[in-house]
């Protein structure tokens, strides 16, 4: 029974205890493992003890040696190796034992010859122990030494799912650094890729740089030659068939420069290469059909002016004026048909102008005027208020002061600067006086005056010269000033209206000098006439003052009252037409604060203000011998003279000032 187990038989031990994984068997012998082996010759794996070299037979007499090598766990001989080396080889010292004395053999050969009978009966010594009380004792000297029980089936099932599953994890993070291992390797070609691409790359810019550097010094040396002797397509283009624009100005400039440049290398007499030769025919071609598109241009211009409810300044300041150079450019290379287009233009704008402010006319005629006659002069005892429509149609209207200024100075005095509109014009229902219409009329027309004067200096120079602009300006005009004082005449032809004739005389002076601040000296011809038309009929209207005043003073008796009781009755308060003449003195005096000795007013009053003082000279004469009476009716009336233009200021005015306190404080001593 003992041999069997001796001899190996699987399975003989393990219904008595499971062996654990990975540890030796605690059989005496060692295991048989190939049928072609003997069972005492084993393979090793290097570093590792062979499973049977903890059970070592030392000799029949040591049987605690043996114990010891049963009881010794799975890789005690690797811990051990510094006593075991110590004794002699177990297996030769086995053999020694096991074969008789005649036929020993050597070492080698007992690890190749096969156990015989003689080998069976071999007695071992295990000191009283049956072979399962000495495997028993060695797991529990096994167990001892290795700090564990052993262990289950159970548990053995659950270490195996453990170990199954970390190998499962094993496995997927093998799989994983594998596609890490696959990527990252992959990343290195690319990146070994780019890289190569990042030099080729490198190479070519370095390549294309020194190309540019070149190109840039051939194109410094030869650019101004080339540019010299060519015309980009571009331009050609442009000038045949582009849109007239600023770029297109911007490349006729350029053209007209290189054939400005060309002509002055012709005629310079310097020898022309080909290039150049071929260069100043095409410059001329390009110049020709600039010629003609300019016309085109021009033309179609000038028929927009035409156009009905056209505002002429806005196509002048849209498609003149921003294309001002194209009839400087037209002039200089065809002055006929320079001067062509500018008479076209002029026509144009005499009749734009002419029709415009002939319907301004007739709306301002349907303003309804205060008529001044005859019957409002100083020395006319009963005023008969009348108003009328401009056309001479008389209808009754609201009464009107012909001597009193007034809140009419403030048309003087107005910031507006905008005429009233040909709308509210033929609107307006109001009843004004003269100078309503004069102001509107003047005031539209020096401001168009303005516009144009200044569109004319500005887009027919330099091609045209000042003393020409101004000529071709009052060719323009000359039917609309025409028309201005035409209406002049209208409103103060007939009028007996002095202070709205004075008012009209500042109004045009006004006007002068906002003509002069614009620096439009075109229109000093059109104030001049109208100066010339004003100051005559004024000086008309104070003789007709003049003349009623000396009537007046020729009806007067010459004679004083003959009865006591006549004189009596007689009053001392002053007389109608001394408050006439004092609101007339004081509209004169108000409207010439800035009036100098040499205008024709300062002697048109020293000549009215004379006729006054004789007529109250001679109305005083009516008191008879009632001196005092007479000198207190002289004294009222210098008096309320004063008292009305005491408020005036001037030079004129503190003269007439001075000279009626003159007169009262005369009377007042008599008195």
């Known amino acids: 029974m003992w041999l069997d187990r001796l001899a190996g038989a699987p399975g003989s031990t393990s219904g008595q205890s499971t062996p654990q994984p990975g540890s030796r068997p605690y059989s005496p012998l060692p295991r048989r493992t190939s049928s072609t082996l003997s069972p005492y010759v084993t393979s090793q794996r290097p570093g590792h003890s062979p499973r049977s070299s903890s059970l070592s037979l030392v000799s029949n007499d040591s049987s605690t040696s043996l114990l010891a090598s049963a009881r010794r766990p799975n ?153 010299e002797l060519s015309v980009s397509p571009d331009t050609i283009t442009k000038i045949s068939s582009g849109h007239i624009d600023e770029s297109w100005t911007k490349m006729l400039s350029e053209v007209d420069r290189r054939a400005v440049a060309q002509k002055k290398k012709s005629a310079s007499g310097v020898p022309q290469n080909k290039a150049s030769e071929e260069l100043g025919p095409l410059l001329d071609k390009l110049i020709l059909k600039a010629i003609e598109r300019i016309r085109d241009f021009l033309v179609a211009q000038v028929k927009a002016l035409r156009s009905p409810h056209i505002n002429a300044q806005i196509i002048q300041q849209q498609n003149f004026l921003k294309f001002k150079d194209l009839f400087t ?91 009233l509109s040909s709308y509210l014009a033929e609107e307006d229902q109001a009843t004004h006086y003269l100078e309503v219409p004069f102001r509107n009329f003047n005031l539209a027309l020096i401001d168009n005056a303005t516009a144009e004067y200044t569109f004319l200096a500005t887009f027919f120079s330099p091609a045209l010269s000042m003393s020409q602009i101004s000529r071709n300006f009052n060719y323009i005009f000359e039917p609309t000033f025409e028309l201005g004082q035409a209406l002049t005449k209208t409103l103060v032809g007939e009028t007996l209206d002095a202070l709205g004739v004075l008012l009209c005389i500042r109004l045009n002076q006004h006007l002068a000098f906002e003509l002069q601040r614009r620096t439009v000296p075109a229109v000093d011809g059109y104030v001049n006439g109208t100066n010339m038309l004003l100051w005559p009929r004024l000086q008309v209207i104070v003789d007709r003052h003049c003349e009623s005043v000396r009537q007046l003073t020729s009806s007067l008796p010459s004679k004083p009252a003959r009865s006591t009781g006549d004189t009596a009755k007689m009053t ?88 009626f306190e003159q007169l009262k404080a005369a009377h007042q001593e008599q008195s």
């Open 572 to 659: 001392a308060a002053p007389h109608v037409v001394t408050q006439r003449f004092g609101q007339l003195l004081h509209g004169f005096l108000a409207l010439s604060a800035e009036a100098g000795d040499d205008e024709p007013v300062v002697a048109s009053l020293r000549r009215l203000r004379t006729e006054v003082e004789a007529f109250l000279n001679r109305q005083s004469l009516a008191y008879g011998a009632d001196k005092r009476k007479s000198e207190r009716f002289l004294y009222n009336n210098y008096s309320l003279i004063l008292t009305i233009i005491g408020d005036t200021e001037g030079k004129l005015a503190r003269e007439q000032q001075q000279h």
């Open 329 to 419: 450019f037209l002039h200089r290379h065809h002055e006929t048909l320079a001067e062509e287009i500018s008479l076209a233009y002029m026509n144009t704008m005499r009749w734009y102008y002419m029709n415009q402010f002939g319907r301004y006319e007739k709306a301002l005629g349907r303003l309804r005027l205060h008529v001044l006659d005859k019957n409002d002069v100083l020395g006319h005892e009963d005023t008969t208020r009348m108003v009328a429509v401009l056309s001479s149609s008389r209808v009754g209207g609201p009464p009107h002061d012909a001597f009193n200024l007034g809140r009419r100075i403030d048309l003087l005095k107005s910031n507006s600067q905008s005429a």
């Open 75 to 227: 890789g005690s001989g690797l811990r051990q190796s510094s006593t075991i080396s110590e004794l002699p080889d177990p297996l030769e010292t086995l053999e020694k034992l096991l074969r008789p004395p005649e036929s020993r053999t050597t070492p080698a050969e007992a690890h190749t010859r096969a156990i015989t009978v003689d080998d069976v009966g071999l007695s071992v010594n295990f000191g009283g122990l049956t072979l399962k009380e000495l495997v028993e004792s060695a797991v529990d000297d096994d167990v001892a030494v290795s700090g564990r029980s052993p262990q289950t089936i159970s548990e053995y099932q659950k270490d195996k799912l453990k170990f199954e599953d970390l190998h499962r994890s094993i496995a997927a993070c093998d799989d994983v650094l594998s596609s890490v291992e696959t990527n990252l390797e992959s990343f290195r070609n690319d990146l070994a890729s780019v890289s190569a691409d990042i030099e080729s790359l490198q190479a070519r810019s370095a390549a294309l740089n020194r190309r540019l550097e070149n190109r840039k010094v051939v194109e410094k040396a030869l650019g101004p030659l080339v540019e």
